[in-house]
């Protein structure tokens, strides 16, 4: 049974393992993972799209019931209307 795992050569983007590395030990342990999926399954409103995975999520994913997913899509619309796309990814 593994107690951890590094952040390195895994098979997800390395940036995101960095930011489940909470403790920035360098390695992914079980109660870090359990966080990050309750957090990121939380702030969608069906957590299989992370399963599905992608570059995009569109607008309608986030969980707008949640405080953090409020905040989320608000900062994504934001972002969207500085870019000047108000209404992409509904």
Not at 10 to 26: N, Q, R, V, Y
Not at 32 to 51: C, S, Y
């Amino acid at each position: 049974m593994a107690l951890a795992c590094p952040i390195a050569g895994l098979e997800f983007d390395p940036k995101t393992a960095t930011l489940i590395d909470t403790d920035h030990d360098g390695r992914i342990r079980a109660p870090e993972l359990i966080a990050a999926v309750q957090w990121a399954g939380g702030a969608l409103r069906n957590p299989d799209t992370l399963i599905q995975g992608g570059d995009s999520l569109s607008l309608d994913a986030i969980n707008d019931v949640t405080g953090h997913g409020k905040q989320i899509l608000a900062s994504a619309r934001r972002i969207l209307a500085h870019l000047g796309q108000p209404l992409a990814r509904r």
